[in-house]
């Protein structure tokens, strides 16, 4: 039996998200999602998908010629063949990132790669799901994401950026609107009134072509 993952799609755009937004990237979206975050814009890989050998994926990958993969879902980390999916991504040399719900135990991804790790606020509606001892695990490769969809969701954000010192644990510490659910200039302005040290972030690949999976 060969090693196989669930995947919605594979395909090739540029970075909207993270310390590497605007970059052109393979994105790997692996099927299911174990939680039900409100705004999900992905909700499309929460089933079907295909079964496709880790070979399959990698040749796929290979076809683009890319420097920058992206690992996303869908949650990755529900999918244990998800662990050598990144480990041969980094083997084959590229810059890898995972995008994480941070539910999972993140302790086994490979440390090459860029663990971007999203601390469900209360305005998800999944903030109970989140496993803080992650945040002890996470080195200036990583990053940690906050999805912002209200002024009470930004104050518990601050919090949290302080009580674990996330700004010097982490190589990036992202602050991005929920997409429509709270302003992008309000939460802009809110940043730097506070003088946060974080990157504020708006998706980019929403603005460009809007909704469309495989963008
Ligand atoms: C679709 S998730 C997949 C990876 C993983 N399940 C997670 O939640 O990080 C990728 C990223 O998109 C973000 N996201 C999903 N819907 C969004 C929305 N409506 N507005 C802004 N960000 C959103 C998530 O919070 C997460 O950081
Ligand atoms: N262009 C583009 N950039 C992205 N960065 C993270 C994405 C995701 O869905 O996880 C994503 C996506 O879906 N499209
Ligand atoms: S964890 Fe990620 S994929 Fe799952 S529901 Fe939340 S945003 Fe969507
Ligand atoms: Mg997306």
Redesign the pocket.
Known sequence: MQDTLRITEVFYSLQGETRTAGLPTVFVRLTG?P?R?Q????AYAFNGGTIRTLESILEQVAGFKPRYVCV????PLAQPNALPLLQQLCDAGYEVSL???GALDISGVDTRVSRVV?LKTPGSEESHRNRYENIELLTGNDQV?F?ICSREDYDWAVSKLIQYNLAERAGEVLF?P??HQVSATDLADWIVADNLPVRFQL?LHKLLWNDEPGR
């Open positions: 999602c939680l975050c705004y999900c814009d992905s996303t879902g869908g949650e995008e994480t719900s999203d994401k999805v991005s929920s997409h998706q």
